[in-house]
């Protein structure tokens, strides 16, 4: 599916996902992501960085300049309280949606 | 979300935005990096890797800009930029942005001065405890039908027996006082007498000592008196001792009691004393002098106590058949200062003014649209580079607006000078003139009347924008013909309308011109020159005066003395003048006449007058004899009547010999001969017709104050001092007061008319000049634009002759559809105005035409320049640059 076929709940709660474990810096969250989905989705920087420093400024995400694997000064993201508190609302909608869904679909 | 976070945000983002920025840069270009690497771990070569990358950033910029986009405070950041783009935009096109301020300016300026005129007068809060409460009540009845009539004592009491919707129902009169004492000298002021429940009524404290209290307008009750703020300053040096101190009100001993603040102007501005006025039982109907005043009980309305009133009035009718269709009007304090005519002259200038407003908006619309032109390939070449349609369009707003707002800040100094000089010379006499400033609510106005403005002539160029074709502008190297065509279009209309507002605007301003020449041209009924005509009020001051014997051979004196100097030809008394100096009203007797219990004739003119009084003004007499000295207290009562008078109560008679009566209790009615009948003379006003009216003799009627009236040979303003002097001389305590001569009691007299012409010609100006400053922006583009095809037309053969009548059939194509339109609209207009003409039609053909042909006129003038540089282009260079 390409990245602007994305729905923008979905990336978010794609990213806040990505970010539950641990602290990671932009290429890791869309690798991350890739690998979440099994490929399933390839965040495009287009759509990544606008979605990481808007949901920055909506203080779900903090940032901190930090070293890369491979030594490189590189910008992390990590949850913050609230970030895990949507994380968390989120995937409660997401589930209820799905489940409707599905069931909708699978209505003959 | 968390709010401080948000401003965190937009603090940042707005203020540190390098840091920002070049955060965004390093964290890309770290990407970049990574996945690069990654992409040489895959195997690529260190090249290929970077251009993969590279290519699945999918542009740098973009993925910033797409960044920038969801920032907090994007909107602001946009305005911003917006507003220092559209700054330098201004700056690099000096002549448009001056143009377009100008037209702003004044558009706006004059729009805040005048509102501020009309709001100061007609709506500011009036410095009286719940003002609106407060009424002022009149009589209004057939014959005369005034509307602001006056009142009886009679019928005051008649008021007060039957009130129930007014607090304390009060009575004033005002008139000029003669104040004298050992504080100064003599003078003349205007006074007031009041009775007991006048100042609670207003609610207003005295800043010394105490107001009327209960009980203080009984007959017998002392003479009190209580000073404006000016006159304590004035001849007491503000000293509190003033109270308790007696001082004397026209002759007669009475004490201070207190002091009012400065600002109190009730019954008008010029009172400086307030005396108890004293209700002795009327001895007869009328006189008619007072005007009531009261506030209303708490939960009456106006209407409740209108309909009180009327009810009052209706009893009034029933005692005293004279009065006929009777009503005693309620009036809010506000409309009793402003009289009849101020408020619709107001509202039609404040509209007037708004034409001028809008003419300026369409006119700068138009410049907008001329430069949107010269902008198109810009525009185009924004939009090709991924700007959005609306964001082109919001920042063309955002231009305006800033424009509008910069013509709104020059505007406010228009507004700021223009109210200064309407105060300060206050040209049409306005009441309440002091409330008239430049405050908070007039800079909200502004700001809204900019705001408004900026989006009106914003919101056509930005709409046009919006709508440009790319392809075709591109490609026509930015003479994209079809937008060209639309917004030639746009404008064409643009200018058809301001042809048409300001034709309105002309219609209205001649309408006004030609009633007040009409009003210039009334004479009053006099022939002599009135610049030759010198009059004063003079009061000797000392009581021994008010009895004939010891103040006709004052007088007599005083005219022997003025005869004396230089250049006068006549002196005599008069206690009325034309225009608008009514002395007295009063209703009569006729010889023969039976009239029934309570009926009455009605209430004229009617004057008392020395001998030469005709003379002097060129009245002319029309039968019979003038007064002269003979008609003293020894000789039998003679009265001189108007041609209006013979010919209304003496139709079809002699009425030299028949005898009038004077006033009017059964035996008390003091019978005079008719010996002559001059021509009417107006005392009401020169818009209103001859009042009926019957002279006395001054040597039989006689009272101490009177007018002075003397005619000169020449400029009757150079010989005051002298007069002043030599009559003084007589008695140190006479006080000569409203020295002028005729001309500026006339002018003065039509002051507010000329007030209204006068702003109304101005703005008509202004809506011609931007008009014509429109039309040649229009043909003059239109022209340039057509360069090629005038060339190729010359070429083949068309000769300058043609060239000209082509570009001037176009003018002259928007001026005739500009005045088909206006006309219409200038009929409406009119209508409005019907009310404050004189001597003129609101249809006034001659008018109409007149100011259709000016138009006509400025607008092919306007359109010949550019007609003339069309018949230079030279055919070979306008081919060539094609």
Known sequence: MAATNLLQGTLDLLILKALALTELHGLAISNRIAQMTNGTFQVKPGSLFPALHRMEESGWLASSWGESENNRRAKFYQLTAAGRRQLQTETEQWKTIALAIGMALETS | ?882
Not at chain 2, 33 to 57: H, I, P, V
Not at chain 2, 286 to 314: F, S
Not at chain 2, 352 to 372: C, D, H, K, P, Q
Not at chain 2, 489 to 512: D, K, P
């Open chain 2, 1 to 882: 979300m968390p709010l401080r976070q948000r401003l965190a945000s937009l603090g940042r983002n707005l203020f540190q935005r390098k840091r920002v920025d070049s955060d965004l840069d390093e964290e890309l270009r770290a990407y970049v990096d990574q996945l690069a690497s990654e992409k040489r771990q895959q195997g690529m070569t260190a090249d290929e890797a970077l251009r993969t990358a590279r290519l699945e950033l999918g542009g740098m910029q973009q993925v910033k800009e797409d960044v920038r986009e969801v920032r907090t405070g994007r909107m602001l950041d946009q305005l911003l930029q917006d507003l220092r783009y559209g700054a330098r935009t201004l700056r690099k096109n000096p002549a448009f942005t001056a143009v377009a301020l100008l037209a702003l300016a004044v558009g706006i300026g004059a729009n805040t001065a005048m509102f501020s005129v009309a709001y100061g007068i007609l709506m500011r809060p009036l410095p009286y405890a719940d003002a609106d409460r407060i009424a002022a009540v009149f009589e209004q009845y057939a014959p005369r039908d005034f509307q602001f009539g006056t009142m009886s004592i009679r019928d005051y009491q008649r008021w007060r027996e039957n009130n129930r919707a007014f607090e304390n129902p009060s009575l004033f009169r005002s008139w000029r006082m003669d104040i004298g004492g050992t504080e100064g000298i003599p003078e003349q002021v205007q006074g007031s007498s009041v009775t007991a429940g006048f100042f609670s009524t207003l609610q207003v404290s005295p800043i010394a000592g105490r107001t009327f209290v209960e009980g203080e307008d009984k007959p017998g009750n002392a003479s009190l008196a209580v000073l404006s703020e000016s006159i304590w300053r004035r001849r007491f040096g503000a000293s509190s001792s003033v109270l308790g101190r007696t001082i004397l009100v026209n002759g007669a001993p009475s004490t201070v009691i207190g002091v009012m603040p400065a600002g109190f102007e009730i019954p008008n501005r010029l009172t400086e004393v307030w005396t108890n006025l004293v209700l002795n039982p009327p001895g007869r109907f009328g006189p008619w002098l007072y005007r009531g005043i009261a506030r209303l009980k708490p939960g009456v309305t106006l209407e409740q106590a209108q309909a009180e009133t009327n009810n009052i009035a209706r009893r009034l009718m029933q005692e005293n058949p004279y009065y006929k269709r009777m009503t005693m009007p309620i009036r809010s304090l506000r409309d009793a200062m402003l009289g009849t005519t101020l408020r619709p002259a107001l509202l039609v200038l404040t509209g007037a003014v708004g034409l001028v407003l809008l003419i300026a908006v369409v006119n700068v619309a138009n410049l907008m649209l001329a430069r949107a032109t010269v902008r198109e390939r810009e525009m185009a070449l924004r939009l090709s580079l991924g700007a959005g349609r609306s964001r082109l369009a919001r920042q063309l707003l955002t231009e305006s607006v800033l424009l509008a707002a910069l013509g709104g800040l020059a505007g406010l100094a228009v507004a700021w000078g223009g109210i200064n000089l309407i105060r300060v010379w206050n040209p049409g006499n306005l009441p309440l003139i002091e409330a008239v400033r430049l405050d908070g609510t007039a800079l909200v106005f502004t700001l809204l009347v900019s705001l408004l403005t900026g989006v009106l002539f914003g919101m056509v160029p930005a709409f046009h924008s919006s709508r440009a074709d790319l392809n075709s502008t591109l490609k026509e190297g930015g003479r994209g013909a079809n937008t060209s065509r639309s917004r030639g279009r746009t404008r064409a209309i643009l200018v058809v309308s301001e042809i048409a507002l300001s034709l309105m605007l002309m219609v209205g301003a001649g309408l006004l011109l030609r009633s007040f020449v009409n009003l210039q041209r009334e004479n009053g009924g006099f022939s002599t020159p009135p610049s030759q005509i010198l009059t004063m009020l003079i009061s000797p001051g000392n009581k021994k005066y008010s009895d004939a014997k010891v103040g006709l051979p004052f007088y007599d004196e005083v005219i022997r003395r003025a005869l004396s100097v230089p250049g006068v030809e006549f002196a005599t008394m008069t206690d009325s003048l034309p225009p608008d100096r009514q002395g007295d009203a009063d209703t009569f007797r006729l010889e023969g006449q039976t009239l029934g219990p309570g009926e009455m004739n009605p209430v004229v003119t009617h004057a008392t007058v020395g001998p030469d009084y005709f003379r002097a003004l060129g009245i002319p007499l029309v039968k019979g004899r003038e007064f002269t000295r003979r008609d003293d207290p020894n000789s039998t009562p003679v009265t001189v009547i108007s041609e209006g008078f013979a010919r209304r109560f003496f139709p079809h008679q002699e009425a030299l010999g028949k005898h009038v009566g004077y006033c009017c209790d059964g035996s008390n009615t003091l019978w005079m001969e008719v010996v002559g009948i001059v021509g009417d003379v107006k005392y009401l006003g020169l818009s209103t017709d001859a009042d009926p009216a019957y002279y006395m003799s001054f040597a039989q009627s006689y009272g101490p104050r009177s007018f002075f009236l003397v005619r000169t040979s020449g400029d009757a303003a150079l010989i005051a001092d002298a007069l002043r002097k030599e009559i003084q001389s007589i008695d140190m305590g006479v006080t000569l007061a409203q020295v002028g001569t005729l001309r500026q009691a006339m002018d003065t007299s039509v002051s507010q008319p000329r007030f209204d012409t006068m702003l109304l010609l101005l703005f008509a100006g202004i809506a011609l000049l931007l008009a014509a400053v429109g039309v040649y922006g229009l043909i003059a583009y239109s022209v340039a634009q057509r360069t090629h095809e005038i060339g190729v037309r010359m070429a083949l053969g068309a000769a300058q002759r043609d060239v000209v009548r082509m570009v001037i059939g176009q003018g002259a194509g928007l001026a005739a559809i500009g005045i088909v339109a206006g006309l219409a609209g200038a009929l409406a207009l009119a209508r409005l105005l019907a009310t404050m003409l004189f001597g003129v039609g609101s249809s006034d053909a001659l008018t109409f035409t007149a100011a259709a042909f000016t138009l006509l006129l400025v607008v092919l003038a306007a359109t010949f320049v550019p007609a003339l540089r069309a018949t230079r282009i030279s055919p070979v260079t306008a081919l060539r640059y094609e």
